[in-house]
């Protein structure tokens, strides 16, 4: 029974759903919109709190994150144009639900980075775990690292950028948008996609169900070198370009026979 | 949802604190599972057989005679030891209900747990010359705690905190899983298995026991009958990617090295971090930060892999 005393005296969370009432630490060193605060003591949502008061309510547009330490959902929710740098590893759901920043993060992520962004850009220099880029509507998520499995799973828009290799089923149900893997990608790429674009340097394992080659066109070049200058990523390589085969568009068909039925 | 840790020190001897580690990575993933948590340690290895069981359960009820049963089967356990020509050096009373024996003994393992095991609601967690599983109740503090595992010094760890989806919360239940009857082999697993009962039923044809409802049970002793047809821990694994259906990573330890796998989706995560003098995984980065404590490279293994350490 030992082990049951104290079950109920949960004091921490990692996934940041107590402290409901925690207050601002301000701890943050100010000069004019840039800010720099340690994150190595604060719990995640005293940091999230401090980059929502920096962002909001001091005017802040550029902030610094020193020792981040991977934990979770930091820099989530952050709906303003502004710049922060997180000087080290985050853990899962980091920069979910953002719209508007620059965002450097110096470390790696883990899983479901970026999740369902609206616009602005994450750069992430080291590796990315799986679901990076899930479900977001746009802006650009670059990683220079390897990713996990499922990348820009049900993508909507924007563009995922990945140097190193990525997973399996990657872009799986996407809908809209663009990918750009210069490694290799694992098996199922493309699984189930109904739209978007899918371009990849190096091997494919496997095609997913109705992925297809694309036909390359000028606005394929066009894409790649931009989004190539922007990030200093150098010379693009060649590319191959996957798209939908529509062969599973039987909605369609479908409804108006059940319609039939009906009346 | 559970989440799962391994960690090896490669520089050979067997002078770390896996014990202290262990609760440091677990009780940082304790939002991943706090129904119960358990490790695998690997102390020195020793020519001494060393056991851990227990004859109860930490919720079981206590009526008036628990503690006289206790004893009663505490005293059997002892005289089926002797009978088997174990010679004992020491009984350690963990808990009111778990004990570490070791003993001198040169027979087969499985008859030690055999008959061990018929003593009523006995259950052997571990059996080897340095593998030493405990598991309880509660979240990793909790249990170290309980356990004394602060000053446990080894050599590997695994470790597995647990958020029950397929079976009951109690300490049979909770990884990680010895590989009954191969001695020093231990698996702790993230996931759900769908074919569960068919490799059950097999692997219960071949004479191995289950002591669980719990679905992972079945990875450590498929490995075990894999081993012992004489598979390399790396061949056995790589057989059971193919052999296993469901959404899986694993971590099967043996006296001297480490393996982790993962299904061929990649459905559950595992961090990665690889050093010269240690090697350490985890569901979550936040883990292996728990123990080191500068800005580290690390990455997610892919779907299908296999990998193996020896310290």
Known sequence: MDALAGERMITYDARGLVEPDDTVPRVSEIDGDRAVFDAKSLTTRQINLELRWLLYEEGVKDVTVLNPGAKHSLGVGILTRCRITFDGSLGYFGCGLIDGPEIQIKGRVGWSACENMMSGVVVIESNAGSLTGAAIRGGDVVVKGQVGARTGIDQKGGTIIVLGRAGSMTGFMMQRGRQIFCDDVGPGLGDSMYDGTIYVAGKVKSLGIDCVPGEWDDSDTELIERKFRIYGLGKPPEFQKFVCGKKLYNYDNLEPSERKLVL | MCGIAGIIYRNGDGEHAVGHDMTAMLQ???????DSTGYALYGPASELVVMRYKLADANDARDLEFARRLEHHKADVEARLRM????????????????????????????????????????????GHSLEIIKDLGDAE?????YRLDGFVGTHAIGHVRMATESDVDISGAHPYWAYPFGDVAVVHNGQLTNYFQWKHRLERSGHRFQSECDSEVIAVYLAEKMSDGYSLEDAMRESLEALDGVFTYICVTGDALGVAKDEMAAKPLVLYEADDIVALASEEIAIRAIVDHEIETWDPYEGEVMVWTR
């Open chain 2, 142 to 146: 909790q249990v170290a705690k309980q």
């Open chain 2, 84 to 127: 088997l020509g174990a010679r004992i050096h020491k009984i350690e009373k963990e808990t009111a209900y778990a004990y570490r024996v070791t003993f001198e003994y040169d027979g087969e393992l499985k008859a030690i747990t055999d008959v061990v095991e018929d003593v009523p609601h006995a259950e052997v967690l571990s059996l």
């Open chain 2, 28 to 34: 940082s993933m304790k939002h991943r599972g706090p």
